[in-house]
Protein backbone atom coordinates (compact mmCIF):
# COMPACT_ATOMS: atom_id res chain seq x y z
CA UNK A 1 0.00 0.00 0.00
CA UNK A 2 1.14 3.50 -1.12
CA UNK A 3 2.25 5.38 2.03
CA UNK A 4 3.76 9.16 2.93
CA UNK A 5 6.60 10.67 1.16
CA UNK A 6 8.92 13.04 2.39
CA UNK A 7 11.56 14.44 1.10
CA UNK A 8 14.45 15.07 1.70
CA UNK A 9 15.20 12.27 3.79
CA UNK A 10 18.27 14.19 5.29
CA UNK A 11 19.22 17.62 5.35
CA UNK A 12 22.30 19.78 6.49
CA UNK A 13 21.84 23.41 6.72
CA UNK A 14 23.53 26.30 8.44
CA UNK A 15 22.32 28.79 10.84
CA UNK A 16 20.93 31.77 8.95
CA UNK A 17 19.72 29.37 6.10
CA UNK A 18 16.33 28.39 4.69
CA UNK A 19 14.96 24.74 4.44
CA UNK A 20 12.04 23.56 2.44
CA UNK A 21 10.24 19.98 3.06
CA UNK A 22 7.69 18.35 1.07
CA UNK A 23 5.38 15.78 2.05
CA UNK A 24 3.41 13.69 -0.56
CA UNK A 25 0.11 12.67 1.44
CA UNK A 26 -1.26 8.84 1.08
CA UNK A 27 -3.95 9.28 -2.48
CA UNK A 28 -7.30 10.49 -1.81
CA UNK A 29 -6.00 11.57 1.85
CA UNK A 30 -6.80 15.37 1.61
CA UNK A 31 -5.47 16.32 5.47
CA UNK A 32 -2.21 16.65 6.09
CA UNK A 33 -0.45 17.43 9.37
CA UNK A 34 2.85 18.63 10.37
CA UNK A 35 4.78 17.19 13.52
CA UNK A 36 8.45 18.20 15.23
CA UNK A 37 10.26 16.05 17.17
CA UNK A 38 13.29 16.69 18.99
CA UNK A 39 16.45 14.41 20.14
CA UNK A 40 14.84 12.14 22.84
CA UNK A 41 11.28 13.62 22.41
CA UNK A 42 7.70 13.10 21.60
CA UNK A 43 6.06 14.40 18.49
CA UNK A 44 5.21 17.69 18.73
CA UNK A 45 2.29 19.35 16.74
CA UNK A 46 3.00 22.04 14.33
CA UNK A 47 0.68 22.75 11.51
CA UNK A 48 -2.71 21.37 9.71
CA UNK A 49 -4.22 21.81 6.37
CA UNK A 50 -7.17 20.10 5.13
CA UNK A 51 -8.89 20.78 1.31
CA UNK A 52 -5.74 23.27 0.92
CA UNK A 53 -6.52 25.83 3.60
CA UNK A 54 -4.77 26.11 7.16
CA UNK A 55 -6.89 24.05 9.45
CA UNK A 56 -4.91 23.94 13.02
CA UNK A 57 -2.05 25.92 14.51
CA UNK A 58 0.38 24.65 17.28
CA UNK A 59 3.65 25.51 18.37
CA UNK A 60 4.86 26.90 15.39
CA UNK A 61 7.25 29.38 14.86
CA UNK A 62 6.80 32.44 12.71
CA UNK A 63 10.17 31.69 10.78
CA UNK A 64 8.32 28.46 9.63
CA UNK A 65 5.30 29.06 6.89
CA UNK A 66 3.72 25.91 5.14
CA UNK A 67 0.85 25.62 2.48
CA UNK A 68 -1.04 22.76 1.05
CA UNK A 69 -1.32 22.67 -2.72
CA UNK A 70 -3.95 21.77 -5.54
CA UNK A 71 -2.44 17.63 -5.39
CA UNK A 72 -2.47 18.08 -1.64
CA UNK A 73 1.43 17.63 -1.17
CA UNK A 74 2.20 20.03 1.19
CA UNK A 75 5.68 21.65 2.12
CA UNK A 76 7.15 23.38 4.96
CA UNK A 77 9.33 26.23 4.72
CA UNK A 78 11.85 27.26 7.05
CA UNK A 79 13.78 30.38 7.26
CA UNK A 80 16.41 32.19 9.02
CA UNK A 81 17.08 28.49 10.85
CA UNK A 82 18.38 28.31 13.97
CA UNK A 83 20.10 25.07 15.93
CA UNK A 84 17.35 24.61 17.98
CA UNK A 85 15.95 24.06 14.47
CA UNK A 86 17.45 20.90 14.11
CA UNK A 87 14.86 17.84 14.84
CA UNK A 88 12.75 15.36 13.20
CA UNK A 89 9.65 16.75 10.94
CA UNK A 90 6.78 14.02 10.36
CA UNK A 91 4.29 14.33 7.79
CA UNK A 92 1.43 12.74 8.78
CA UNK A 93 -1.67 12.28 6.38
CA UNK A 94 -5.67 11.40 6.98
CA UNK A 95 -8.43 10.10 4.78
CA UNK A 96 -10.57 13.55 6.41
CA UNK A 97 -11.19 16.35 8.67
CA UNK A 98 -11.99 14.78 11.92
CA UNK A 99 -10.79 11.32 11.38
CA UNK A 100 -8.24 9.75 14.14
CA UNK A 101 -5.96 8.02 11.66
CA UNK A 102 -2.83 9.57 10.43
CA UNK A 103 -0.47 7.65 9.05
CA UNK A 104 3.00 9.54 9.22
CA UNK A 105 5.90 9.23 6.58
CA UNK A 106 9.48 8.53 7.41
CA UNK A 107 10.40 11.88 8.13
CA UNK A 108 13.18 14.55 7.40
CA UNK A 109 15.96 14.74 9.71
CA UNK A 110 17.63 18.14 9.51
CA UNK A 111 20.27 19.04 11.25
CA UNK A 112 21.14 23.26 11.75
CA UNK A 113 25.50 23.63 12.15
CA UNK B 1 3.49 19.99 33.29
CA UNK B 2 2.45 18.16 29.62
CA UNK B 3 -1.17 17.18 28.95
CA UNK B 4 -0.09 13.49 28.54
CA UNK B 5 2.47 12.09 31.10
CA UNK B 6 4.08 8.43 30.14
CA UNK B 7 7.06 6.69 31.50
CA UNK B 8 9.89 6.96 29.56
CA UNK B 9 11.21 3.66 30.65
CA UNK B 10 13.44 2.39 29.35
CA UNK B 11 11.99 -0.89 30.00
CA UNK B 12 13.15 -4.23 28.97
CA UNK B 13 11.55 -7.82 29.44
CA UNK B 14 12.42 -11.40 28.92
CA UNK B 15 10.88 -12.69 25.47
CA UNK B 16 7.40 -13.68 26.09
CA UNK B 17 6.77 -11.22 29.37
CA UNK B 18 3.46 -9.70 29.39
CA UNK B 19 4.05 -5.90 29.02
CA UNK B 20 2.38 -2.70 30.30
CA UNK B 21 2.28 0.51 29.50
CA UNK B 22 0.56 3.74 30.52
CA UNK B 23 -0.13 6.96 30.01
CA UNK B 24 -1.65 9.46 32.25
CA UNK B 25 -3.84 12.92 31.17
CA UNK B 26 -4.99 15.86 32.29
CA UNK B 27 -7.40 17.16 28.95
CA UNK B 28 -11.34 16.12 29.80
CA UNK B 29 -11.50 16.96 26.28
CA UNK B 30 -9.29 13.87 24.77
CA UNK B 31 -11.80 11.27 23.26
CA UNK B 32 -9.35 9.10 21.16
CA UNK B 33 -6.56 7.47 22.48
CA UNK B 34 -3.68 5.78 20.08
CA UNK B 35 -0.41 3.68 20.54
CA UNK B 36 1.90 4.36 18.03
CA UNK B 37 5.02 2.21 17.79
CA UNK B 38 7.79 4.28 16.60
CA UNK B 39 11.08 2.29 15.59
CA UNK B 40 14.41 3.56 15.40
CA UNK B 41 14.68 6.57 12.70
CA UNK B 42 10.94 5.45 11.41
CA UNK B 43 7.74 7.41 11.76
CA UNK B 44 5.44 6.38 14.06
CA UNK B 45 3.26 4.01 13.31
CA UNK B 46 -0.10 3.61 13.88
CA UNK B 47 -1.04 0.24 16.61
CA UNK B 48 -4.18 0.11 18.21
CA UNK B 49 -7.05 3.39 18.35
CA UNK B 50 -9.61 3.77 21.13
CA UNK B 51 -12.56 5.62 21.68
CA UNK B 52 -14.10 7.22 24.90
CA UNK B 53 -13.52 4.52 27.58
CA UNK B 54 -13.54 0.64 27.44
CA UNK B 55 -11.28 -2.02 26.27
CA UNK B 56 -10.02 -2.97 22.14
CA UNK B 57 -8.26 -6.19 21.33
CA UNK B 58 -6.18 -6.69 18.45
CA UNK B 59 -4.36 -9.82 18.83
CA UNK B 60 -1.56 -9.71 21.13
CA UNK B 61 -2.41 -6.42 22.24
CA UNK B 62 -5.44 -4.92 24.13
CA UNK B 63 -5.81 -1.59 25.42
CA UNK B 64 -7.47 -0.01 27.97
CA UNK B 65 -9.33 3.81 28.74
CA UNK B 66 -10.53 4.50 31.84
CA UNK B 67 -11.38 8.12 31.49
CA UNK B 68 -13.13 8.70 35.23
CA UNK B 69 -9.16 8.17 36.03
CA UNK B 70 -7.55 9.93 33.07
CA UNK B 71 -5.64 6.90 32.36
CA UNK B 72 -5.13 4.22 29.55
CA UNK B 73 -2.74 1.56 29.06
CA UNK B 74 -1.96 -0.69 26.77
CA UNK B 75 -0.81 -4.86 27.06
CA UNK B 76 1.27 -6.91 24.90
CA UNK B 77 1.51 -10.58 25.63
CA UNK B 78 3.93 -13.07 24.91
CA UNK B 79 6.04 -10.34 23.90
CA UNK B 80 8.72 -10.90 21.14
CA UNK B 81 12.04 -9.44 20.17
CA UNK B 82 10.35 -7.71 17.26
CA UNK B 83 8.15 -6.15 19.75
CA UNK B 84 11.07 -4.32 20.82
CA UNK B 85 10.60 -0.01 19.61
CA UNK B 86 9.71 2.84 21.84
CA UNK B 87 5.87 3.05 22.13
CA UNK B 88 3.92 6.29 22.13
CA UNK B 89 0.61 7.36 23.65
CA UNK B 90 -1.04 10.26 21.42
CA UNK B 91 -4.58 11.47 22.45
CA UNK B 92 -6.76 13.90 20.38
CA UNK B 93 -10.40 15.27 21.01
CA UNK B 94 -13.29 14.68 18.76
CA UNK B 95 -13.75 18.37 17.13
CA UNK B 96 -12.57 19.63 14.34
CA UNK B 97 -8.79 19.16 13.22
CA UNK B 98 -7.21 15.81 14.82
CA UNK B 99 -3.72 17.34 16.35
CA UNK B 100 -2.41 14.58 18.22
CA UNK B 101 -0.69 15.20 21.81
CA UNK B 102 1.78 12.69 21.85
CA UNK B 103 3.22 10.83 25.75
CA UNK B 104 7.00 11.11 25.80
CA UNK B 105 7.08 7.44 24.49
CA UNK B 106 8.28 4.42 26.73
CA UNK B 107 11.42 2.82 24.83
CA UNK B 108 10.99 -1.05 25.47
CA UNK B 109 13.29 -3.80 24.71
CA UNK B 110 12.47 -7.74 24.38
CA UNK B 111 14.81 -9.83 25.52
CA UNK B 112 15.13 -13.46 23.90
Known amino acids: AAGVIQSPRHLIKEKRETATLKCYPI?????VYWYQQGPGQDPQFLIS???????DKGSIPDRFSAQQFSDYHSELNMSSLELGDSALYFC????????????FGPGTRLTVT | QKEVEQDPGPLSVPEGAIVSLNCTYSNSAFQYFMWYRQYSRKGPELLMY????GNKEDGRFTAQVDKSSKYISLFIRDSQPSDSATYLC????????????FGQGTRLTINP
Open chain 1, 92 to 103: ASSPGFGSYEQY
Open chain 2, 90 to 101: AMSGDQGAQKLV
Open chain 1, 49 to 55: FYEKMQS
Open chain 1, 27 to 31: PRHDT
Open chain 2, 50 to 53: TYSS
